[in-house]
């Protein structure tokens, strides 16, 4: 008796998209929705990594708080190190916070817009820094003003 071949499945081959990466362009309308979801997505991306990038610290940096030396020296440089990894992680709390408030123009429609002057922002300014509140006229002006308070 001949035995038919058991017909096993066939395992689903994923293609490569041959497709590029989206990118907003200006010959589409400024903040479309491509842009919000484009923009969305980068934000949610980025704080991902600083929060994955801050777990792995944390968990790295655990098992250096039951160690004490009797050394001095060793002593001020684990101390050093720990007030940087601090003022690291206070840098990254702060850079989530401005994050969240780019998320949250998103959702009401105002971000990609300057907070003074409502002028679009630009979309090579958002790509380069997503969390940008102001025109790079705006933030030159509010630099300029910063150092003249700080030079007086």
């Known amino acids: 008796m001949i035995q038919k071949p058991v017909k096993k499945p066939i395992a689903k081959v994923v293609k490569k998209s041959t497709k590029k990466a989206y990118a907003p362009s200006d010959k589409e309308k ?19 990594d600083i929060i994955k990038s801050n777990s792995l ?9 039951s160690v004490s030396s009797a050394d001095v020296v060793d002593q001020a ?4 190190d720990k007030s940087v990894e601090m003022k690291a992680l206070a840098r990254s709390r702060k850079l989530i916070e ?27 300014r958002l790509m380069a820094r997503p969390i940008a509140t102001l025109s790079i006229e705006s933030q030159e002006r509010h630099e300029r003003d910063e150092k003249i308070y700080i030079d007086d």
């Open 57 to 65: 610290t944390n968990i790295l940096n655990a098992s250096d708080d």
């Open 30 to 48: 400024y903040m479309c929705v491509k842009h919000k979801q484009f923009f969305t997505g980068e934000l949610l991306r980025w704080k991902k």
């Open 98 to 124: 401005k994050i969240d408030a780019a998320l949250r123009r998103i959702k009401g429609d105002m971000y990609g817009y300057c907070e003074e002057t409502s002028e679009p922002i630009g979309l090579k």
């Open 77 to 80: 440089s684990s101390y050093t």
